[in-house]
T-cell receptor, first 113, second 114 residues
Framework: DTGVSQDPRHKITKRGQNVTFRCDPI?????LYWYRQTLGQGPEFLTY????????KSRLLSDRFSAERPKGSFSTLEIQRTEQGDSAMYLC???????????FGQGTRLTVV | AQSVTQLGSHVSVSEGALVLLRCNYS??????LFWYVQYPNQGLQLLLK??????LVKGINGFEAEFKKSETSFHLTKPSAHMSDAAEYFC????????????FGQGTTLQVKP
């Protein structure tokens, strides 16, 4: 098992464009999380999936953000009409249902210009 | 609301010196507690965690932390710093019966001087 995989690692986009990030969790992990980390800050929770069900969304997740986890496997996070304030590192993490430890991917760094 | 406070955004120590990174949490229910380390442009790696049982927890790379309920603290220590310990350290909490989401502190950058 290679751990949690995120793609792309880096994305530069122009303001107003849409972007989509992918996360492949550790296989057999039912729980999947997205976090956002801005420079000099700790990660902030965005959303949580158990299998394919999105069970919690942070108020940070505006209506321009949407996340999916079809079939309970990989997940995508889409940002529509990107703004400069969306520039951040987007981290994905997964964990087994019965475990409290989360395993993180290397993140996708988004720069909106 | 639950929160995590890390005292000191930057800590500098000499190689071989004691490392002490402070973490306090605010919560009305017992938390699960974690320390993660992050190297530049990388994801987070778990150093250690406390869920139940022994309050002194040992982790990887010689780090340990002690859960003190009366002080609502979970400070991270290492007896002797190594140059490779230079990184960003995050304290985090989650709660039983919750979604397992983590609430992070703002992080502490550890600098190790030769």
């Amino acid at each position: 098992d290679t751990g949690v995989s995120q793609d792309p690692r880096h994305k530069i986009t122009k303001r107003g464009q849409n972007v989509t990030f992918r996360c492949d969790p550790i296989s057999e992990h039912n729980r999947l999380y997205w976090y956002r980390q801005t420079l000099g800050q700790g990660p902030e929770f965005l959303t949580y999936f158990q299998n394919e069900a999105q069970l919690e969304k942070s108020r940070l997740l505006s209506d321009r953000f949407s996340a999916e986890r079809p079939k309970g496997s990989f997940s995508t996070l889409e940002i529509q009409r990107t703004e400069q304030g969306d520039s951040a590192m987007y981290l994905c993490a997964s964990s087994p249902t019965s475990n409290t430890e989360a395993f993180f991917g290397q993140g996708t760094r988004l720069t909106v210009v | 609301a639950q929160s995590v406070t890390q005292l000191g955004s930057h800590v500098s120590v000499s190689e071989g010196a004691l490392v002490l990174l402070r973490c306090n949490y605010s919560s009305s229910v017992p938390p699960y507690l974690f320390w993660y380390v992050q190297y530049p442009n990388q994801g987070l790696q778990l150093l250690l965690k406390y869920t139940t049982g022994a309050t002194l927890v040992k982790g990887i790379n010689g780090f340990e932390a002690e859960f003190k309920k009366s002080e609502t603290s979970f400070h991270l220590t290492k007896p002797s710093a190594h140059m490779s310990d230079a990184a960003e350290y995050f304290c985090a909490v989650s709660y039983s019966g919750n979604t397992g989401k983590l609430i992070f502190g703002q992080g502490t950058t550890l600098q190790v001087k030769p």
